[in-house]
């Protein structure tokens, strides 16, 4: 593609990254979560795609392919972690530690992010799982047609 | 454990597609000693289930909860996503089950490494996953999901062989109509969720009164679940994906097309069974069925792939268990429950019965290389098993006593008879076309002088091939005794169990 869209590219792609990565992080308070952000990051990497070619992603799949597994496995492993109650029970939710924290009481308060529980791990799973996923996808359609594909 | 066997028999095959590319890294031995760990593991779990379906009743688990019976809110309002077991579900689950290993058992020597054996075997376990769900879940929208699921995995199953030019093609129809029907599922889902802000199936049902937009929801679930199970006239992607996939995928497959009959059992007697009970259901479904037997059978006549002309008569079968359900949703008791008994044990048989025919053309590819049938002849002299299990499961097809395809077809051509005696007749002509096929695909395939030699199927194929037709003899010598422990459950979960279904998932 020509020097403006590669210019642009890289200066956007960044911003889709962190705004991805928002997405995800922050997907157990606010609209969106594990699918919508790693939807998000596999756009930039659409993006990277049209802007220099697929070819010079073609190795990425290696690494993908593998880590769509993990993303995967960490989500059903997780879910296996509530199995002394239930399947898919929220163990971290109000047992303190980092993901614990306890829910606020209603009414003002300076915000606790870290209520959720297992929640936000099952986002950067699902998170894992999409951006492998969909970015494998994509890199690897575009490469299809092509000598070999 | 046992009390969350039935989330366990979703979620460790689902675990186990995910990790078996991990361990197969590690050596193929290892995988394939885990495949068999997740499989044993996953048939005892939906055993264990039925079993306690049968003897206890109605199996609830709430995924989430503080304990599995915590399916409701204080306000009696269902909240999460609840996995519900009644007969009917714990019988689909044995169903799956017994497919599941001897798919299984069948693919180890079947599909070859430089393939893509792992991707294979991974997706069975993930088809397999979505079947267990499809017919535990009692969440509508679970439900699409666990349809997706089996879609998508059936899809790559189909199109495994991607460097022939025909199964990729099957594929892609195949995800065509999927596609389409999952689409129409989801549409009725999102009419019922906003009509009543609920997509618990039991508290639907408890709501459904029958309005205009619930009409139109019946209709679009009844239409993506039958182009999900492959009735005419939404079956032309049915014989290409079962005579393209490899052979253990498509004894899988027919258990996936059977979860959909059992997902439309579901829509038409539990969640549609308080305000839409009205007989024209029933005659929609059973002409619908008829259709599909006598389509496939005369398509059938005129197959020279071997695969395809066992998948016409697999299509044909379906049209059965359609017309078994059409008219059990017409009478609800009395002669219906007889049709339904036909039915439900009609799925079992067919999975049996169409399971060992496709695993016979399996083996049959893999020794010579074609499945024309016109250029097959004299197989038997090499491939003596393959010979025999063929002739068992085609005569089982057809419905020829003593064996398990006549005692559940007879009670279809009884009951049918008693509703409308030119269905029965049709039917029954249907069953005797189907013979006459059946009977030329194994003359042309087995019989006459040897004119080629092929080497017999390796014993883990056999031993696959062999379980299937064990099931087949003996439900065939002994239908009353399943009938009673393992059929007669689910008729009555169908019949009289809505109530109970209810009142297990929202309380007294």
């Known amino acids: 593609m020509s020097v403006v869209v590669r210019t642009v590219s890289r200066v956007v792609a960044p911003v889709a990254l962190a705004f991805g990565a928002y997405v995800i992080m922050h997907g157990h308070l606010t609209p969106g979560g594990g699918f919508q952000g790693g939807a998000v990051v596999a756009s930039v990497v659409a993006l990277l795609v049209v802007a220099f070619g697929a070819e010079r992603w073609r190795k990425w799949t290696h690494a993908l392919l593998p880590l769509e597994d993990v993303g995967a496995m960490a989500f059903v492993i997780l879910a296996f972690l509530g199995l002394g109650a239930t399947f898919f029970r929220n163990v971290l939710a109000g047992s303190g530690g980092l993901f614990g924290a306890p829910v606020p009481r209603l009414g003002p308060n300076p915000g606790a992010l870290n209520t959720a529980g297992t929640l936000p791990l099952m986002n950067w799973a699902v998170g894992l799982k999409v951006i492998a996923g969909l970015g494998a996808v994509v890199i690897l359609l575009s490469l299809f047609g092509r000598e070999d594909g | ?121 991974s997706l069975l376990l993930l088809l397999w996953a979505g079947i267990l769900g499809m017919v535990y879940t009692g969440d509508l929208f679970n439900f699409f999901v666990f349809l997706e699921v089996t879609s998508i995995a059936a899809c790559a199953l189909i199109g495994y062989r991607v460097w022939e030019s025909r199964p990729p093609e099957a594929a892609f129809k195949t995800m065509a109509m999927y596609t389409l029907g999952g689409l129409l599922v989801l549409i009725a889902v999102g009419i019922l969720y906003g009509e009543y802000d609920a997509l618990n199936i039991a508290y639907l049902g408890k709501l459904i009164a029958g309005s205009p937009l619930d009409r139109l929801a019946l209709g679009l679930l009844l239409g993506g679940l039958l182009m999900k199970a492959g009735a005419v006239p939404a079956h032309m992607w049915a014989p290409d994906a079962y ?248 008729v009555q979960a169908v019949l009289t169990g809505r109530e109970a279904y209810l009142a297990a998932v929202l309380g007294g």
């Open chain 2, 1 to 121: 454990m046992l009390v969350h066997a039935p989330i366990l028999a979703i979620a460790v095959p689902l675990l186990g597609a995910f990790s078996l590319l991990g361990v197969s890294y590690i050596s193929r031995t290892w995988r394939n000693v885990w495949a068999c760990l997740i499989a044993a593991f996953t048939s005892a779990m939906a055993v264990a289930v039925a079993i306690r379906a049968y003897t206890e009743g109605v199996v609830v688990y709430a995924l989430g909860a503080a304990s599995p019976t915590q399916s409701v809110t204080a306000g009696g309002f269902p909240i999460r996503i609840v996995l519900v077991v009644d007969g009917l579900g714990a019988f689909m689950g044995l169903i799956a089950a017994l497919t599941g290993v001897v798919a299984l058992v069948y693919c180890f020597q079947y599909l070859r490494e430089e393939e893509g054996k792992n991707l294979g075997l």
């Open chain 2, 243 to 490: 005579g393209e996939a490899p052979a253990m995928a498509t004894v899988v497959l027919v258990a996936n097309t059977q979860a959909a009959i059992y997902a439309i059992l579901r829509v038409v007697f539990t969640l549609y069974g308080g305000a839409l009970a009205s007989p024209g259901i029933g005659w929609l479904i059973a002409s619908l069925g008829i259709a599909t037997v006598l389509v496939a059978v005369l398509m059938a006549v005129v197959q020279r792939h071997l695969g395809r002309l066992v998948a016409y008569g697999a299509v044909s079968q379906l049209g059965y268990m359609l017309l078994a359900v059409g008219v059990g949703a017409v009478a609800r008791g009395g002669f219906g429950e007889v049709a339904l008994t036909g039915g439900i044990f009609h799925m079992i048989n067919d999975a049996a019965a169409v399971g060992l025919l496709f695993l016979v053309v399996g083996a049959v590819r893999r020794a010579v290389g074609s499945v024309d049938l016109l250029s097959l002849g004299g197989l038997g002299h090499a491939l003596r098993w393959e010979a025999g299990f063929f002739l068992l499961g085609a005569l089982a097809l057809a419905g020829i006593p003593p064996l398990n395809g006549f005692a559940s077809k007879f009670l279809i051509y009884e009951s049918t008879f008693r509703a409308s005696p030119i269905l029965a007749a049709l039917a029954l002509l249907a069953s005797i076309l189907l013979l006459a096929v059946v009977v030329r695909a194994f003359q042309g395939t087995f019989l006459g002088p040897r004119v080629r030699e092929a080497s017999p199927a390796p014993r883990g194929m056999l031993v696959a091939m062999g379980i299937l037709a064990l099931v087949i003899v003996v439900f065939g010598l002994f239908p009353g005794f399943f009938i009673e422990r393992i059929v007669a459950p689910a």
